[in-house]
C-alpha cells in the first residue's frame, strides 16, 4: 500500500526497541529517533494489517499537543532533524513524517490514564462495584456520562503482547515515589483538561486518554511518546454524543468493536483485518487529526 510502513528497517542506526507501534532507533547518546509506524494493536496484541499513513498522523497530532502543552511542561522533541542524521535515501524515504529526534530520557514505568467520561472497563466496574479503579463514584452516572471530577487512574507498562494492569495511586508511589507520582497526577489533569476544553470547540469530546512521562538528567518530568491521538485516546463527535448510549468514534474502539463480534482469544496473533475495517479505521483518524488541527 502506498503511505504504508509496516515496520522500518533502517541499519545507519542501532534498533534500540520495537514497541506495538514505534521503532525507536540510537543516535547518541543524548538522542533517538522514534518512528511512529502504521502498526495497530487491540487488545495489548499488534494487528497483522497496518493503517496506511497512521504513523504520519500520530506524529502530526502528537506534536501539535507537544507544542500546545510547552507552557506546561517540557517535551521530548529535541533541536535535531532528519536532516542532522546520515540515512540513505531509503532510509529517509521510510521515517519522513512520521518520525521525530526526541531526547533520550529515563522513562517511567506507568502508564498515566486519565477518564473525564464512564465508559470501557471504567463502565463496566462502576456497574459491578460503584467505582473506577477502585475509587468510589456517586449512583445515577450513565453509560458515557461525564465523571463528576476528571479521574487519574494510573497502570502498568506491559511490553507487547502483555497485558497494562490498573494499579493505586499508592502502588504508583511505591514504583516511582511520593514526589514524583502526585507530579505525574497533577500535570496529567491538568493536560487532560486543556485538551478535552480545546477538543470540544472543534467537534470532539475527548473521554480518557493516557500520558507517558519519562526524567532528564536533573530529574526535570518530561511529556515523551505519543499525545493525545485516536491511538492513545477515546475521541467521541460532540454533535453524536448522548449520555446513555455508546458513542460512535474517531479512534481504534472501531476496531475493538469488531473484534469483539470475533472467535477470538485476544493473545497473540492477532486475525487478520477485512479491507472494509483498515479503510474505515483510516478515515476515521484523518477525520480526527482535521478537526483537531484546524485554524
Same mark, same amino acid.
Given at each position: ?27 547518541? &547518546? ?31 497530532? %502528537?506534536?501539535?499537543?507537544? /507544542? ?55 463502565? *463496566? =466496574? ?19 456520562? *461525564? ?16 497485558? !497494562? ?12 515515589? /511520593? ?10 489533569? #491538568?493536560?487532560? =483538561? #486543556? ?5 470540544? +470547540? ?7 486518554? *493516557? ?33 446513555? #448510549?455508546?458513542?460512535? %468514534?474517531? !479512534?481504534?474502539?472501531?476496531?475493538? &468493536? ?7 482469544? *485476544? +493473545?497473540?496473533?492477532?486475525? =487478520? ?8 479505521? +483510516?478515515?476515521?483518524? +484523518? ?9
Amino acid at each position: 500500500m502506498a503511505n504504508t510502513v509496516f515496520e522500518t528497517h533502517i541499519t545507519s542506526l542501532p534498533l534500540l526497541h520495537k514497541g506495538k507501534v514505534r521503532d525507536i532507533y540510537e543516535i547518541d &547518546d543524548r538522542h533517538m529517533l522514534v518512528v511512529a509506524t502504521d502498526r495497530i494493536s487491540a487488545f495489548d496484541v499488534i494487528m497483522p494489517n497496518p493503517i496506511p499513513n497512521k504513523g504520519a498522523l500520530l506524529t502530526r497530532v %502528537s506534536n501539535f499537543w507537544f /507544542e500546545l502543552f510547552a507552557d506546561l511542561i517540557p517535551n521530548q522533541v529535541s533541536s535535531l532533524t532528519l536532516n542532522d542524521l546520515s540515512l540513505t535515501d531509503n532510509e529517509r524515504k521510510q521515517v519522513t513524517g512520521r518520525s521525530v529526534v526526541v531526547k533520550r530520557l529515563k522513562a517511567l514505568p506507568i502508564e498515566a490514564i486519565v477518564r473525564g467520561y464512564l465508559i470501557g472497563s471504567g463502565w *463496566k =466496574e462502576y456497574q459491578a462495584k460503584q467505582s473506577v479503579c477502585g475509587i468510589k463514584l456517586p449512583a445515577g452516572i450513565p453509560l458515557a456520562g *461525564k465523571l463528576p471530577e476528571t479521574l487519574f487512574t494510573p497502570s502498568t507498562k506491559a511490553a507487547a503482547g502483555q497485558h !497494562d494492569e490498573n494499579i493505586s495511586f499508592e502502588e504508583t508511589i511505591a514504583l516511582v515515589g /511520593e514526589d514524583i507520582a502526585t507530579q505525574v497526577r497533577n500535570v496529567s489533569i #491538568k493536560l487532560y =483538561e #486543556k485538551a478535552a476544553a480545546y477538543a470540544l +470547540q472543534r467537534g470532539i469530546v475527548i473521554a480518557d486518554t *493516557k500520558f507517558e512521562f519519562g526524567l532528564d538528567e536533573q530529574g526535570t518530568l518530561t511529556l515523551i511518546d505519543e499525545v493525545l491521538t485516536p491511538d492513545s485516546s477515546r475521541f467521541w463527535p460532540a454533535d453524536d454524543y448522548v449520555p446513555g #448510549k455508546n458513542p460512535s %468514534s474517531f !479512534d481504534k474502539q472501531y476496531i475493538r &468493536d469488531y473484534l469483539e463480534t470475533l472467535d477470538w482469544n *485476544k +493473545q497473540a496473533p492477532g486475525p =487478520e483485518l477485512p479491507d472494509e475495517i483498515i479503510k474505515n479505521t +483510516q478515515i476515521k483518524y +484523518q477525520e480526527a487529526a482535521d478537526k483537531l488541527l484546524q485554524n
